[in-house]
């Protein structure tokens, strides 16, 4: 792999590296992610854990209120507050990296029925009205590697 997949906050105190790519890219347009970025839609590259070097600082969870009511840690920088990556539903083998970047485009649109109008979708992206089903779009290799971390 050539592409240097690196990232951090803010401040510069949280630096990692993706070991990898991730398995697949989401843009997620629901009301949480609306609401705790501040902003139209959120974008989260699903990698596993133990691919996400951390090359310097450490990253703290704080817990966030859902309407699902599952649990979802966001961690953040603990000097400039920035999310760096969030943890649902307790899965502690994957993480959901905040990206954005030309290297990593999303793979899908989630939750779709709260896009805001004027947000156009591209042609060719899979778009859900809401959550989806790994087995029926992921592709086959990143699948392997979910069922590797889950079983
Ligand atoms: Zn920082
Ligand atoms: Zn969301």
């Known amino acids: 792999m050539t592409d240097n997949l690196s990232g951090g906050c803010a401040c510069g105190a949280v630096?990692?590296?993706?070991?990898?790519?991730?398995?697949?890219?989401?843009?997620?347009h629901c009301h949480?992610?609306?609401?705790?970025?501040?902003?139209?839609?959120?974008?989260?590259?699903?990698?596993?854990?133990?691919?996400?070097?951390?090359?310097?600082?450490?990253?703290?969870?704080?817990?966030?209120?859902?309407?699902?009511?599952?649990?979802?840690?966001?961690?953040?920088?603990?000097?400039c507050q920035t999310a760096v990556w969030s943890e649902y539903g307790g899965l502690t083998k994957l993480r959901f990296v905040r990206v954005g970047t030309t290297l990593l485009p999303p793979d899908i649109h989630i939750y779709t029925r709260s896009k805001l109008p004027w947000v156009a979708l591209p042609e060719?992206?899979?778009?859900f009205e809401a959550y989806y089903r790994?087995?029926?779009?992921?592709?086959?290799?990143?699948?392997?590697?979910?069922?590797?971390?889950?079983g």
């Open 32 to 79: 949480d992610c609306q609401r705790q970025t501040g902003t139209a839609f959120a974008l989260n590259a699903l990698i596993e854990t133990d691919r996400v070097e951390i090359l310097s600082g450490a990253p703290v969870p704080y817990a966030m209120p859902t309407d699902s009511g599952r649990p979802h840690n966001i961690y953040r920088c603990p000097s």
């Open 15 to 28: 630096r990692y590296r993706l070991a990898s790519r991730p398995m697949f890219v989401h843009c997620c």
């Open 124 to 127: 060719g992206v899979p778009a």
């Open 134 to 150: 790994s087995s029926e779009v992921w592709p086959a290799e990143a699948l392997d590697r979910r069922r590797a971390i889950f």
